[in-house]
């Protein structure tokens, strides 16, 4: 790989610890191409990304950034899971890393917050995004539908009571 080609790498990865929410740095020591391409495509599914790294490289695209503090965490076989969703990467990730030991995860960040192995393990226990803006919808929802329910109910009585009369009458009529 020629100065160039390494430059490019460099400001690609520069772009990527910069402008991704989520970062999950691993050891990835055995794992078959085959292994390799399976991880990459539950990554796709989940809405991440997982790239092999240089860790030379990686630390010189680290340097200059807001997130300097994993620099350490690149030593070995390393590759970097990413996504803008907080969760996404971790999850998949640690998915992964449950059925294939050859996956380990390191570390990595989340904003600016800087986590460990076990952090990155709890963030992975969190719903996704997607699934917390749906809870929410929900929540706010529901108390409007109970709303409507309760102000429609006296109407409802009360047209029940008057059918009850009319019925009455009807009857008695006849």
Do not use: C, H, W
């Amino acid at each position: 790989m020629d100065r160039a080609q390494k430059e490019v790498i460099v400001a690609a990865l520069k772009d990527i610890f910069i402008d991704t929410n989520s970062i999950v740095v691993t050891q990835f020591s055995g794992l078959s191409s085959s292994e390799v391409t399976d991880l990459r495509a539950k990554m796709r599914d989940a809405g991440a990304t997982f790239r092999v790294t240089k860790n030379r490289l990686a630390r010189l695209a680290l340097k200059d950034t807001y997130r300097t503090t994993i620099e350490d965490l690149f030593n070995g076989p390393t590759a970097i899971a990413y996504s803008q969703d907080p969760v996404a990467a971790a999850k998949a990730t640690v998915d992964f890393g449950k059925k294939n030991d050859k996956l380990t995860v390191l570390g990595g960040v989340m904003g600016e917050l800087v986590l460990d192995e076990a952090g990155i393990k709890a963030l992975a226990k969190l719903p996704s995004l997607d699934k917390l803006r749906g809870k929410l919808v929900g929540m706010i929802s529901t108390p409007a539908t109970r709303i409507a329910v309760v102000m429609a109910a006296p109407a409802g009585q009360l047209a029940r009571v008057f059918g009850a009369y009319g019925s009455k009458d009807e009857s008695e009529a006849a």
